[in-house]
């Protein structure tokens, strides 16, 4: 059962998981890589904010998202001025079939799933019939763009912490459990610890599938695992019409060349691509301080002085991406 520190561990590590040991398929016409059964542990739900590169998380569109749901709603005009393709998952152009919000405040026209929990759990703190439903059987075995991924909610306060699990059919790990489910249901967990008079404790999520799905307008991932040597030289001698053993003697002739420039002028370009340099680091003493992270005391061991070696691509390379 992976278990991680917060969302952005986690996203880091599913991913990482899919592409080691998920299989390829094809559903819907789209191109994926899924994992079945994966079972993933959150311990700090509510440190909710996604920190990763080129993802271009849009926190104002997670806010927006999950007030819309806390607020039972289910239009697409609304929802729209933040996240702007929400109309392709739109059946109809003015609503989400699978819209959280109606499901949870309004089951079957008149059951507040949200207050119902709240009272249960306020009157029998011991109890595990804290439970909300999103997949309706009557309503979801159809053909349509948008059929809840997420189905069951389960709540179980134990220890004095408020504890979550999410039972998901399938989710994509980057646009749908780091996009904005994991968000949304630590904004809920967190108000329903507050109601409750408790601590938040762990989030579940229980998937039977969990996938990334190709999107090659993103630019963020790519499916395929990145160019190992081999594959290098190989488009290089396509391109330029060398035999791939000339190749590699210019790339090993190369690098022979960028160490001895390293270590005397402390610095060597690679035209079109980087400036690789040399920084000196100075000794430093152990020393008492902060863990930014738990934010409890810790030591901070001595380190020798040392040299590390830093790219700094050039502005070819930025342009090109």
Known sequence: MPGYRNISFATVGSVIDILDHGSNVVVHGKAT????????TLERPLERYLFLPKRHNDVF?????TMWVLAGRDDVVWLSRYLPRAPDYSDDGRTWHAAYGP???RWAGDVDQLDKVRRLLTEDRESRRGVMVLFDPARDFVDSKDIPCNNWLSWIARDSRLHLSVAVRSND?????????????SILQELMAYWLKLEVGGAISIASYICSV?????GWMDMSKPMTKSELINQIAERSELKKGEVKSVMEALADVGYKELKKNSSFVVPGFAKFVVIKKPATKERKGINPFTKEPTIFKAKPARKIIRARPVKAAKDAV
């Open 214 to 218: 190709r999107r090659a307008e993103s």
């Open 61 to 65: 569109a997670q806010f927006a998202e």
């Open 33 to 40: 890589r899924e994992l079945m059964g994966r079972l993933t």
């Open 103 to 105: 499901r949870l405040r």
């Open 173 to 185: 790990a980057m646009w749908g459990f780091s996009g904005t489910n994991a968000f949304e249901w």
